[in-house]
């Protein structure tokens, strides 16, 4: 039986047009003609289909047992049968390939395999777009926004490959306008029943570690390690940095000349501001570089609570070290892991004679 050159040019144009393997589409095809060919013989026969993907030919055997005497007629042939069929050599317990060439098949195979071709299609593609993006979880991509809509933001990632963006993963009050294009981080991938569901993330404090590591060259090479990263997507963010090289500075090199380097990354990140940290195996000191830009006088530990510490600022200090809405102290706690308390420092004064006198009083 014969498809035709037409057949295998067709063939080589779905392959490129899916970005699917030759052979995986003719595995399906075969697989199709396998079930097409019960159906039009209506028995339990063993079946093995091979496509020539150069000719378009199409070979279609029948797989017998030679036996003496005949019980399954759609798996079986007697051994007389065999050798009037041309087995000279057959004996008993072979397995033959019966080449068959049924009439009208063509017609067919076409009507019912064309179903089974597309789902089987369908499958490898979806198998194609998970092994490919099942790879790519904790990376950066950038991504096409395709619809922003009834709550719903998709954007694509591949050539054909659509991701959503949950409610969750979004940066408060960015807004996201189909055609726009912006970089994600990919959260998580897996294998549902009508195709892989890709999750995508610009929250994620993954998003902006891969933002330092494009631009930022010490951090990408490995000179300066990201200890830590706390996030409030398009709000601050402070990431914790050390290096061993006594020769680099760790907060200089990721502001970079004229701040270029955190501005590049903030703008990315819709204003989001960024506090680049020195990390401190000293916990105390941790806690006062966690609060920056707050500049804090001292910070003691709480002696009878475990990880946790008190920060004293000067008064005018006092809101930024807290923050709007408590941020910076709240994120400065997530970046070191220690409940920080944020207090005032009380301004000195001189004794007054109400203090003498109470002092002597108590003397007394």
């Not at 399906?28 to 079946?47: M, P």
């Not at 019980?71 to 072979?94: H, M, N, W, Y």
């Amino acid at each position: 039986m014969q498809l035709g050159r037409d057949f295998v040019q067709a063939l080589n144009q779905i392959a490129e047009e899916r970005n699917l393997a030759p052979e995986l589409i003719v595995s399906s095809l075969e697989a199709a003609l396998i079930s097409a060919y019960k159906k039009y013989q209506s028995g339990d026969q063993r079946v093995e289909v091979h496509v020539n993907t150069e000719t378009g030919d199409i070979l279609v055997e029948e797989l017998r047992t030679v036996v003496e005497e005949l019980e399954s007629p759609d798996t079986e042939i007697t051994l007389g049968d065999a050798k009037r069929l041309g087995f000279a050599d057959a004996s008993v317990g072979d397995e033959l390939h019966l080449e068959k060439d049924p009439g009208h098949f063509g017609r067919i195979a076409a009507q019912t395999a064309r179903q089974v071709i597309i789902q089987r299609l369908k499958d490898a593609e979806r198998q194609v777009i998970y092994s490919e993006f099942s790879d790519k979880v904790g990376e950066m991509m950038t991504g096409t926004i395709v619809k922003a809509e009834n709550d719903q933001v998709l954007a694509r990632i591949g050539e054909r490959t659509e991701a959503i963006l949950p409610r969750k993963e979004r940066i408060p009050g960015e807004e996201y306008v189909p055609g726009q294009t912006m970089k994600f981080y990919v959260l998580d991938v897996r294998q549902m029943t009508r195709g892989p569901k890709i999750v995508i993330s610009r929250t994620h404090p993954g998003l902006l570690r891969k933002l330092m590591e494009l631009e930022i060259p010490e951090v990408r090479d490995g000179v300066i390690e990201i200890r830590n990263i706390v996030r409030e997507g398009g709000g601050r963010a402070k990431v914790s940095l050390s290096t061993m090289d006594q020769n680099v500075d760790p907060v200089g090199a990721c502001v970079g000349a004229g701040g270029a380097r955190i501005k590049a990354i903030s703008q990315e990140l819709m204003g989001e501001k960024v506090d680049i940290i020195v990390w401190s195996s000293d916990p105390l000191a941790y806690i006062r570089n966690a609060l920056s830009p707050a500049q804090v006088v001292k910070v003691e530990p709480v002696l009878d609570q475990e990880h946790a510490a008190k920060a004293y600022v000067e008064p005018e200090q006092l809101s930024l070290a807290i923050g709007k809405a408590g941020q910076n102290v709240r994120l400065a706690a997530r970046l070191t892991g220690w409940k920080i308390d944020i207090n005032a420092l009380q301004a000195e004064r001189m004794p007054t004679l109400q203090d003498i006198f109470h002092e002597v009083a108590e003397a007394d």
